[in-house]
Nanobody, 124 residues
Framework: QVHLVESGGGLVQAGGSLRLSCAAS????????VGWFRQAPGKEREFAAA????????LYADSVKGRFTISRDNAKNTVYLQMNSLKPEDTSVYYC?????????????????WGQGTQVTVSS
């Protein structure tokens, strides 16, 4: 079983940047597609970005496209989410999730393993 731990969240002003990290242990992350999701208070968890096992394919929600970049370093067993031009509406708890196999899903139910989340707060 893969264990995921997110880090890098914090408080940033609108227009600023943050880089989130998702570090894996227990299993090599190269066998898993990895997604980033976010959940604001009172709202459902929503998809933000995902990356395939080999990093050959990425997927983004329209709301973050052009501002967020997902990448991975399989040698470090870590996936990153670079977030630029942050907006107050990006404020959420950000979760990374992993699923074994070749597919690149974008829904919560398709991911089997989840981290505990990291808070991102963007002030106006």
């Amino acid at each position: 079983q893969v264990h995921l731990v997110e880090s890098g969240g914090g408080l940033v002003q609108a227009g600023g940047s943050l880089r989130l990290s998702c570090a894996a242990s227990g299993r090599t992350l190269s066998s898993y597609a990895v997604g980033w999701f976010r959940q604001a208070p009172g709202k459902e968890r929503e998809f933000a970005a995902a990356i395939s096992r080999s990093a050959g394919t990425t997927l983004y929600a329209d709301s973050v496209k052009g501002r967020f970049t997902i990448s991975r370093d399989n040698a470090k067993n870590t996936v990153y989410l670079q977030m630029n031009s942050l907006k107050p509406e990006d404020t959420s708890v950000y979760y990374c999730a992993a699923v074994a196999g070749p597919n690149l899903p974008s829904t919560v139910s398709e991911y089997a393993h989840w981290g505990q989340g990291t808070q991102v707060t963007v002030s106006s």
